[in-house]
């Protein structure tokens, strides 16, 4: 079975500042893919970043990375200089890879992230 | 363009009536899914379409029942529904590749109440 654990269940920041959201992960899957989704009171999920279980170059784009450590089972992701447009709630998810369909997609609980002006 | 489109954006129904959500996305995606998220919880997988075939049902009540006429729609048709249901649903797609399914790109998700 798989699972994924966010024991952040609320962070609150002032603007400017790098905050960092945790996501320790199980799974028995030798491959599987990584994701990090954001939701805002919208409440659409919209992609963040992806990492191969096979890659683990951790990698910045814009204001956003990620540091993916297979030997801890964790794929933690940061925000530099966080804007209050960030607040939303992060979920980390895990899925297996497959080749013929569709992969359910396995959530944490969510991190709630509250930029302050 | 990386949009799926759902709607309604928000639907009341009485546990007698029948109505169905709708799903389209335009990327050519051939795996599509439902998932349901209750407030402050984060979505739970219902269903997955492969290639326009049920591929996983997340042992979902029969009250729901999914249906994906062609490669760019799905629909998830309500039936005798109950007041614990009233959730948030979200319509997914992504590829199917040879090296796995790539990342699922979400719809704005239709908001149910039943009452």
């Known amino acids: 079975a798989q699972k994924v654990t966010q024991a952040q269940t609320e962070i609150s920041v002032v603007e400017k500042e790098d905050v960092t959201l945790d996501c320790v992960y199980e799974?028995?899957?030798?491959?599987?893919?990584l994701f990090w989704y954001k939701q805002p009171p919208s409440g659409e999920l919209v992609f963040l970043i992806r990492?191969?279980?096979?890659?683990?170059q951790n990698e910045i784009s814009g204001r956003y990375s990620w540091n993916f450590q297979k030997s801890t089972s964790s794929f933690n992701f940061t925000i530099t200089a966080s804007q209050v447009v960030d607040s939303a709630v992060y979920f980390c998810?895990?899925?297996?890879?497959?080749?013929?369909?569709?992969?359910?997609?396995?959530f944490g609980e969510g991190t709630q992230l509250t930029v302050n002006p | 363009d990386t949009e799926v489109t759902q709607t309604p954006k928000h639907l009341v129904m009485g546990m007698t009536n029948k109505k169905s959500l709708k799903c389209e996305q335009h990327?050519?995606?051939?795996?599509m899914y439902w998932y349901k998220q209750k407030a402050k919880k984060p979505p739970e997988l219902m269903f997955v379409?492969?290639?326009?075939?049920?591929?996983i049902n997340e042992s979902v009540p029969s009250r729901f029942s999914p249906e994906c006429p062609n490669s760019s729609l799905l629909n998830l048709h309500l039936h005798a529904l109950q007041p614990e249901d009233s959730a948030l649903y979200l319509c997914?797609?992504?590829?199917?590749?040879?090296?796995?399914?790539?990342?699922?790109?979400f719809g704005q998700g239709t908001r149910l109440t039943v009452v």
């Open positions: 379409y492969s290639y326009e075939k049920l591929s």
């Open positions: 998810a895990l899925s297996e890879i497959s080749e013929t369909s569709g992969s359910r997609l396995t």
């Open positions: 990492r191969n279980s096979f890659d683990e």
């Open positions: 997914a797609s992504s590829r199917i590749r040879r090296t796995g399914s790539t990342e699922a790109f």
């Open positions: 990327m050519g995606h051939r795996a």
């Open positions: 799974t028995r899957d030798t491959t599987y893919y």
